[in-house]
């Protein structure tokens, strides 16, 4: 089976957040806990008085160099061999909370109920049925793409201001970029 990733084009995101309610939905992601697998960010850049915002809708990126899973003490982070997806095995987990101090893309959330780390699972269930991710088969403007990882990294740019500098973990998500006017 192959593996996954996203492409994200920010000049097409309206900041709606159907990707955020999607994979809540289908993840039944607990409410009240502040634990979102996927947020949509505004960031800001520049200097004043040309400072520009960006949204990203950002998540699990599901690294092939995953820090998440080489710093877990035991070992309840882990590869999906079928499709390259990073996972906790919440029966192991012990909330230690040491995947979310070395993600540098905040992926990993702590539930405060449970007392365990979640993220996003990139829907893999979804994937063995043949269907993309909730987040991005809901995004009304094609602003979150999914698709094959080895069509997609050959794709736009790797990183995007404010985004962590994607050397150490190889993320798998790439960036549609659009300079912005006067940039």
């Not at 998440?68 to 909370?97: E, F, H, L, N």
Request: net charge positive; hydrophobic share 30%.
């Amino acid at each position: 089976m192959p593996s996954y990733g996203w492409l994200f084009d920010q000049k097409r995101c309206i900041e709606c957040r159907a990707c955020e309610t999607a994979c809540k939905q289908w993840n039944q992601v607990e409410v009240g806990q502040n634990v979102r697998y996927r947020r949509v960010q505004i960031r800001e850049s520049g200097v004043f008085p040309q400072v520009r915002e960006q949204a990203i809708s950002s998540a699990c990126n599901h690294c092939d160099t995953a820090w998440c899973m080489m710093v877990c003490p035991v070992k309840a982070i882990s590869r999906r061999g079928q499709d390259g997806t990073i996972q906790i095995d919440q029966s192991k987990c012990v909330g230690c909370r040491q995947c979310a101090a070395f993600c540098p893309y905040q992926a990993p959330q702590w539930n405060a109920r449970t007392m365990r780390m979640e993220k996003c699972t990139g829907c893999f269930d979804r994937i063995e049925a043949g269907l993309e991710p909730a987040c991005s088969t809901i995004c009304p403007t094609g602003a979150l793409q999914f698709g094959e990882w080895s069509r997609i990294r050959e794709q736009g740019a790797d990183r995007i201001e404010n985004f962590s500098n994607p050397a150490g973990t190889k993320p798998r998500i790439r960036f549609i970029v659009t300079p912005f006017p006067g940039a």
